[in-house]
């Protein structure tokens, strides 16, 4: 891989970089890029399950919602249609 070199200009010093993470042979990029599509579909798992839950949260509002319509619509003795 390149090697980065960051300057610092107001230090007038100049520091250089190797990113010790970089993968060294096959086997190291292999597992490198195992690693990074599991955190990536860890992530999205993740992101599934959340929106999922607020489906689900939506759904039982929703739920609520046309109880509480039906229960006012009997008080004002309006029927209601089923569906």
């Known amino acids: 891989m390149v090697d ?10 100049s520091y250089s970089s190797v990113n010790t993470n970089d993968p060294k042979n096959v086997q190291e990029l292999t ?7 599991q955190t990536i579909q860890d992530k999205f798992q993740n992101m599934s399950d959340q929106i999922l839950t607020r489906i689900d949260e939506m759904g039982n509002r929703i739920d609520d919602l046309e109880k509480n319509i039906g229960d006012l619509m009997t008080q004002a003795g309006v029927e209601g249609t089923d569906k």
Do not use: G, I, R, T
């Not at 960051?6 to 230090?11: A, F, S, T, W």
């Not at 597992?31 to 599509?37: A, G, W």
């Open 31 to 37: 597992q490198y890029v195992q690693s990074l599509l």
């Open 4 to 13: 980065d070199k960051v300057e610092m200009n107001n230090d007038e010093e």
